[in-house]
T-cell receptor, first 110, second 113 residues
Framework: GQNIDQPTEMTATEGAIVQINCTYQ??????LFWYQQHAGEAPTFLSY????GLEEKGRFSSFLSRSKGYSYLLLKELQMKDSASYLC???????????FGKGTSLLVTP | DGGITQSPKYLFRKEGQNVTLSCEQN?????MYWYRQDPGQGLRLIYY???????QKGDIAEGYSVSREKKESFPLTVTSAQKNPTAFYLC????????????FGQGTRLTVV
């Protein structure tokens, strides 16, 4: 199996920047995904990293270090609607199993 | 429009009954997945399939069964052997190789009474 670890909860202020970390241990690696999920809804795709470095998409950026088994999701200019759960997922190249961490619940306060 | 469809959105069953959740995609994706999500928890992998007529167990396959007779369809049966079947079930699909995002269905909330 795989171990994918994320903080359980985070709180940040509207307009601020927040970084959500994810560490993983896998037998193979075929990419790391970040998803956003609002309560009772399906996850929506945010970003994908397969090579080391930073990927930027508007207010969201994601970083990967394969040697350290580490990724983070950076959210800038936080808005109230960013309150959601953020899921880190790793695609193992041993059969393309897509495994998720338990998710980080982010609360954005005024 | 291409997408992945799960049905129904809400499902109620009596304890001891088997129930089948539907998942259909018209994205021409090779790989399909079933996940279970409990309140406040992440997604746990039940089963996944890379090609037709082949599938692999995930972390929590006990009490569940699947089939993959067609590329477009990956139904999940929750059997009476599953001790705590009440949960939110999500189906996903991805292109072969996994280099792109996984697309999710809207989910099925199963309640067993």
């Amino acid at each position: 199996g795989q171990n994918i670890d994320q903080p359980t909860e985070m709180t940040a202020t509207e307009g601020a920047i927040v970084q959500i970390n994810c560490t993983y241990q896998t037998s193979g690696f075929n990419g790391l995904f970040w998803y956003q999920q609002h309560a009772g809804e399906a996850p929506t795709f945010l970003s994908y990293n397969v090579l080391d470095g930073l990927e930027e998409k508007g207010r969201f950026s994601s970083f990967l270090s394969r040697s350290k088994g580490y990724s983070y999701l950076l959210l800038k200019e936080l808005q109230m609607k960013d309150s959601a759960s953020y899921l880190c997922a790793v695609n193992s190249n041993s059969g393309y199993a897509l495994n998720f961490g338990k998710g980080t619940s982010l609360l954005v306060t005024p | 429009d291409g997408g992945i469809t799960q049905s129904p959105k809400y499902l109620f069953r009596k304890e001891g009954q088997n129930v089948t959740l539907s998942c259909e995609q018209n994205l021409n994706h090779d790989a399909m997945y079933w996940y279970r999500q409990d309140p406040g928890q992440g997604l746990r992998l039940i089963y996944y399939s890379q090609i037709v007529n082949d599938f692999q167990k995930g972390d929590i396959a006990e009490g569940y069964s699947v089939s993959r007779e067609k590329k477009e369809s990956f139904p999940l049966t929750v059997t009476s052997a599953q001790k705590n079947p009440t949960a939110f079930y999500l189906c996903a699909s991805i292109e072969k190789g996994g280099y792109t995002e996984a697309f999710f269905g809207q989910g099925t909330r199963l309640t067993v009474v």
